[in-house]
């Protein structure tokens, strides 16, 4: 855990906010936008990913016009990744921060992201606090909660900022329902996979291990939070797209459960936990019963998490073994492939020197034939052999 310098520069940002069903999550997230007092060089793109709901893209119309954000219609629907890849390429000069349709924002929350991404060279991505954040969530450590009794986003963020302030946390990989990305590392690393994560999950954490490949860093922002409701836009289909997407993570990046294991185990952000956790106590110590039901959900999940991670690179060792005697398998069969064809080899060779020396011989034989017959006609050519012939010739 390190605290930040603070923003050296106020490069240009773009949030980008791709929309595609719920009007009522949409509508919480836009308004929460307009509310915000955004700083200089900050706009906000709306993507209508071809809606299904004409109610959601006409309040898409209208919310952009009245707070002066940017519109984008897709022709057909693209699908997550892809629209936020072609948000991307909408303002290449600035900075983007992809936020998800289910969330609510609030107060100076992107001036606090983009500190947090120019304390140092090699910040390639910034993640907030959030209820519903997997490694960046509070007040339950990996899982989804609401927000704590008595408190609503505003005054859960504001507290946050006060408890820690300018904090940050390295984390292996940042978490796509808001995520801030430096242009530079945008730029240098290349867009989402539409191949391999098109139905979306799984994308910004293939994004943030391909840029750790380049040397970039991701961190937590401990001082902002971000309400986030979660898998709304799937209907239903959030669990088996995590599946799917966890799968084609740990093919594409074998350390990927490893890392986040290391991470669990350590828990870099249980101080700034903790240090909201006395905010709250702090200014509103009825509620103090909330924090003892949610330090135990923290300590089961810690539980049941690095149970399930341990048996995934379990699993994973498991293939690698037997991977392992495949392919030691498959270098015996090649030596007995190897010895057979040498033993081949060597057959062919000495047929091949028969077949030599009987050619040799054969030609010997015939060239001797050949003497023999041309000695043969010589001697009936002779005299002495035509004398010979009419002496043996018999009396008529």
Known sequence: MNAGN????????LVIVPVYRG???????????ADCDLPPGVSVLVIDDCSPEPGLSEYCREVTARAGFELMVNDENLGFVASANRGFDFRP????ILLNSDTVVANDWIERLRACAYHGDRVGTVTPFSNNGTICSYPVFLQ???????WSAAELDQLVRRANAGTYVEVPTGVGFCLYVRRSCLDETGPFDVDNFGQGYGEECDFCLRAADLGWRHHLAAD?????????SFAGESARRKREADGVLNELHPRYHELVTDFIERDPPRDCRAAIDAGRISERPDLAPDLLEEQRRNTDTLRERLQE???????????AHQLDLMLEECRQRFEEVDSALSDARRVVDDLNAGIAQQKKEIENGQI?????????????QSRSWRYTAWLRRKPK
Do not use: K
């Open 23 to 33: 009007l009522g999550i949409t509508r919480n997230c836009l308004e929460s936008l």
């Open 6 to 13: 603070g923003a050296q520069a106020d490069p240009p940002v």
């Open 368 to 380: 001797y034939a050949h003497g023999l017959e041309t000695h043969i006609h010589n001697m009936e």
């Open 93 to 96: 000069e600035a900075d983007v």
């Open 144 to 150: 989804s909660s609401d927000l704590p009794a008595g």
């Open 224 to 232: 902002t939070f971000v309400y986030h409701e979660g898998g709304a």
């Open 309 to 319: 991670y341990s048996a995934a690179i379990g699993a994973e060792r498991d293939r």
